[in-house]
């Protein structure tokens, strides 16, 4: 949105004193303080965030974004659309490097090294940290193909040399790694029985944990989830939700979701993007919930705008 844009404007009409000036979208004005942000997690840091600001073209889509990510915990993102929370999430694995009109400035370090420094092998980085997408994207092969895809393309089924140099993979190997990767992905005992059936024919909640799993293959530090569940019916969100909470005790997860119960039910933390792409409040994600310091904040969890 550009700054000349009337949507963008302050209603004048709603404006009562100072700190209760509404936008036309609803939103309260204030100025944000800094110590909102400056939550200090449990944990060690797994992605440091400093300053990070992404432009597509002239729209700046995140303004001085500054943020900790802890290791083996659920970070939640959440705010209302087009306040930069996927463009976010896709700087913490490059992801943004493939649109054309990004720019990213600011450092993202990924246990304390810059992933954005020159010599950086992109495909390393993002078998570290790996994508889930909102809708659910099986290659139209087996679930099997779909699950080893990965491994067989970084070479960790190919073991022997014969193998590397053939390109056949080493098929207790691969066995193997579909079954535990289907397993920590709660899908296994679903589709045990049917590996060589096309991935396209399970249903979309199916579909979204062998995309967990897809990711869970290659072996990943960091799973960022983009609203894995919101094309999904209540029971295949729940069983989404529950393997989010049992992957943080082994991954870092950073999830994107649209709906409140879901951020308060599974996050550990919680940051709070608002319009215009600043990063508003961090926090536990009791306290965002129960005691926000911001009012906007405050507006936009119990529903005021967004
Ligand atoms: N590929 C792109 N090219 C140009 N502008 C983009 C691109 N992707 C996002 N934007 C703009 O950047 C801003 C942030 O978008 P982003 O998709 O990150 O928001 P979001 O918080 O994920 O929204 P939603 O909740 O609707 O998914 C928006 O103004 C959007 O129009
Ligand atoms: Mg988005």
Same mark, same amino acid.
């Given at each position: ?69 802890p ?23 490059r992801m943004?490097?493939?649109i ?24 390393e980085?993002?078998k570290r ?14 679930i ?7 491994p ?5 089924i190919?073991?022997?040399?014969l ?12 066995? /193997? =790694? $579909? ?12 589709? &045990?029985? #049917?590996? *060589? %059936?096309?991935?396209?024919g ?28 919101s ?28 709906s ?10 919680t ?6 792409? /600043? =990063? $508003?409040?961090?926090?536990d ?8 310091? &911001?009012? #906007?904040? *405050? %507006? ?7």
């Amino acid at each position: 949105m550009s700054q000349t844009d009337p949507a963008n404007a302050t209603d004048v009409t709603s404006r009562t004193d100072e700190q209760t000036v509404s936008t036309t979208d609803g939103e309260t004005v204030e100025e944000t303080q800094p110590e909102w942000t400056n939550y200090d997690a449990d944990g060690e840091t797994k992605l440091a965030v400093e300053n990070l600001d992404v432009h597509y073209g002239d729209d700046h889509a995140l303004k001085d974004v500054s943020i900790d990510i802890p290791e083996q915990s659920v970070t939640a993102l959440i705010g209302p659309s087009g306040c930069g929370k996927s463009t976010f999430l896709r700087c913490l694995n490059r992801m943004n490097d493939r649109i054309r009109s990004a720019s990213i400035n600011g450092t993202v370090e990924l246990d304390g090294e810059d992933i954005y420094q020159d010599g950086v092998d992109l495909v390393e980085l993002r078998k570290r940290v790996g994508m889930v997408f909102q809708s659910p994207n099986p290659f139209p092969k087996s679930i099997r193909a779909n699950v080893s895809y990965g491994p067989r393309k970084h070479g960790d089924i190919e073991t022997g040399l014969l193998a590397q140099l053939t390109g056949r993979a080493d098929p207790e190997r691969e066995e /193997e =790694l $579909v079954r535990l990767s289907l397993e920590r992905a709660a899908l296994w005992e679903e589709v &045990s029985d #049917r590996l *060589e %059936d096309n991935a396209l024919g399970l249903s979309g909640g199916q579909q979204q944990r062998l995309c967990i799993a897809r990711c869970l293959a290659v072996d990943p530090e960091v799973i960022l989830m983009d609203e894995p569940a919101s094309a999904l019916d209540p029971i295949a969100t729940s069983k989404i939700e529950d393997l989010i909470e049992d992957l943080a005790q082994d991954y870092t997860v950073v999830v994107v979701t649209h709906s409140m119960q879901q951020a308060a039910r599974v996050s550990d933390q919680t940051a709070v993007f608002l319009t215009g792409g /600043e =990063l $508003v409040e961090y926090d536990d994600t009791e306290k965002i919930f129960e005691s926000p310091e &911001s009012q #906007r904040v *405050e %507006d936009y969890i119990s529903g005021k705008f967004g």
